[in-house]
């Protein structure tokens, strides 16, 4: 009998060793991999447009022609703005004449506070480096009691550099086509030029001996351009 009771104690320790044993290495799963969304700094899209202020202002002011385009690239809520234009500036006063021939360019981002992929409508603001390169020509006539002189002085290759604060919008009207304005705070402004004062500076405006900050307005007609429908940038990161 005795022999019974420490056989049968010796298996339930040998059973009790191999259950622990297994529940030592029983351990708890891992956590799922979870997909984490990133924020996407890809574009989705670019707007093509032309200025249509600019080109009707030459039409009610005739001494001044000018040439506007942009392209601004969407990445959600950030663009980055690209704008090319010409100029062509004429005043004939009495005993003179002033041309003024050039182009400018500007580029900088923007922050879109409106932004929702259904709609992607704009309204932001911005900053922007410009720059321009100009040739003028003045022509002016002298006369004293013996003769009557016309006398010339000119620039080539003239430059000037500024900076822009903006603020705009763009509204979606139908499918890709857009409308909005520029609003634009103008400063910082740097002329170099050879022996003329230039009276005029293409993208800038008149060059004011008393002031050297101005303000512009621009109104765009543009065309939305899709890169693609739907994008996703994921990792993969454990809790």
Do not use: C
């Amino acid at each position: 009998m005795l022999r019974y009771i420490v056989s049968a104690i010796l298996l339930f320790s040998i059973v009790s060793g191999f259950s622990q044993t297994d529940t030592a290495e029983v351990r708890p799963p891992k956590p799922p991999k979870v997909k984490k969304e990133l924020k996407e700094f890809i574009p989705t899209g670019a707007r093509f447009g032309v200025d249509l202020y600019s080109f009707g202002r030459g039409i009610w002011e005739e001494e001044k022609t000018q040439t506007e385009f942009q392209l601004d690239v969407d990445f959600r809520h950030y663009l980055l703005v690209f704008e090319y234009g010409t100029s062509k500036f004429e005043e004939i006063g009495e005993g003179f004449a002033y041309t003024n021939d050039g182009s400018y360019f500007r580029i900088g981002p923007e922050i879109n506070f409106l932004y929702h992929p259904s709609s992607l409508n704009v309204i932001s603001i911005g900053f922007r480096y410009a720059t321009n390169t100009f040739d003028d020509l003045l022509t002016y006539n002298t006369e004293d009691a013996f003769d009557n002189t016309q006398i010339t002085a000119s620039n080539e290759n003239g430059k000037t550099q500024w900076a822009e604060f903006t603020v705009g919008t763009k509204i979606n009207l139908w499918k890709g086509l857009f409308m909005g304005f520029t609003l634009r705070y103008k400063f910082l402004k740097s002329v170099k030029f050879d022996e003329l004062e230039p009276s005029w500076l293409p993208g800038f405006g008149e060059n004011r001996a008393d002031d050297d900050d101005q303000f512009g307005f621009s109104y765009y007609l543009s065309w939305r351009f899709e890169f693609k429908k739907k994008s996703k940038v994921t990792e993969l990161v454990e809790d």
